[in-house]
C-alpha cells in the first residue's frame, strides 16, 4: 500500500522560505504526477503545483513566481520550496499522488485526473 | 474559466439521497474527481472518472457528468457522510493543464 510521509519546518517568519519533502513508499514512482496542496485554516483546497518522475513541473499560476517544486528519484522523494512566505502562506500543506488515465469512443479521447493518495499534511505557520 | 463552482453547504435526511454539483466550463473537458475531507483529516478520494470508486469507498457514492456539470451522489446518507466535499478538475486555459478545486460543500446529514 503506498504512504506518503511529508515533514518540513512548521513555523516560519515573513520573507523566509517554506521547505517541505514528500517520501514515497510503496508501488510506483515513475508512472504518477505528485502533487502539493494547500489548505488555509477554515478555507477550501487550492494546488500549489506538480512534478513527474523526469523533473516535469506545472505550477499554479498565482504562484508560480515564488514556488519550486523538485524530484530525488534515488529516494522517491519530492520536495516543495515557497519563497517571501507572508501571513497568507499559513495552511496546511498537503502532498498527493496524481494518477491519469482516458476513456476512448466515438473516436476521441476523454481524459481524467485523480488524486488517490495524500500525506496527512504539515502544519505551516508564518508569524513574526 | 479557470473555476468550479459548488454550493458552501447541503443537508440530508439520514438515508436518504443528496446531491452535490460542481460545475465548471473545464467540465466540458475532463471529468471531476471528488474528495471527501473530515473535520482534521487529508482528503479522501471517493469517485473519479466516469463514476470510479477507489477501493474501500462504498457503492453509495456514484458520480456522474453532464455538459459543464459534475455530480456526487450519495444515496441512503449515513451519520459518516457528514463532511466536506470537494471536485477538482484540470482547466485547459493557457498553455498548461491547472489544477483547479471547486470551493467545496459542507454536507450535513440531519
Known amino acids: 500500500q503506498v504512504q506518503l510521509q511529508q515533514w518540513g519546518a512548521g513555523l516560519l517568519k515573513p520573507s523566509e522560505t517554506l521547505s517541505l519533502t514528500c517520501a514515497v513508499y510503496g508501488g510506483s514512482f515513475t508512472n504518477y504526477y505528485w502533487s502539493w496542496i494547500r489548505q488555509p485554516p477554515g478555507k477550501g483546497l487550492e494546488w500549489i503545483g506538480e512534478i513527474n518522475h523526469s523533473g516535469s513541473t506545472n505550477y499554479n499560476p498565482s504562484l508560480k513566481s515564488r514556488v519550486t517544486i523538485s524530484v530525488d528519484t534515488s529516494k522517491n522523494q519530492f520536495s516543495l520550496k515557497l519563497t517571501s512566505v507572508t501571513a497568507a502562506d499559513t495552511a496546511v500543506y498537503y502532498c498527493?499522488?496524481?494518477?491519469?488515465?482516458?476513456?476512448?469512443?466515438?473516436?476521441?479521447?476523454?481524459?481524467?485526473?485523480?488524486?488517490?493518495?495524500w500525506g496527512k499534511g504539515t502544519t505551516v505557520t508564518v508569524s513574526s | 474559466s479557470s473555476e468550479l463552482t459548488q454550493d458552501p453547504a447541503v443537508s440530508v435526511a439520514l438515508g436518504q439521497t443528496v446531491r452535490i454539483t460542481c460545475q465548471g466550463d473545464s467540465l466540458r473537458s475532463y471529468y471531476a474527481s471528488w474528495y471527501q475531507q473530515k473535520p482534521g483529516q487529508a482528503p479522501v478520494l471517493v469517485i473519479y472518472g466516469k463514476n470510479n470508486r477507489p477501493s474501500g469507498i462504498p457503492d453509495r457514492f456514484s458520480g456522474s457528468s453532464s455538459g459543464n456539470t459534475a455530480s456526487l451522489t450519495i444515496t441512503e446518507a449515513q451519520a459518516e457522510d457528514e463532511a466536506d466535499y470537494y471536485c477538482?478538475?484540470?482547466?485547459?486555459?493557457?498553455?498548461?493543464?491547472?489544477?483547479?478545486f471547486g470551493g467545496g460543500t459542507k454536507l450535513t446529514v440531519l
Open positions: 498527493a499522488r496524481e494518477g491519469r488515465s482516458h476513456y476512448y469512443g466515438s473516436g476521441t479521447y476523454s481524459y481524467y485526473y485523480y488524486m488517490d493518495v
Open positions: 477538482n478538475s484540470r482547466d485547459s486555459s493557457g498553455n498548461h493543464l491547472n489544477v483547479v
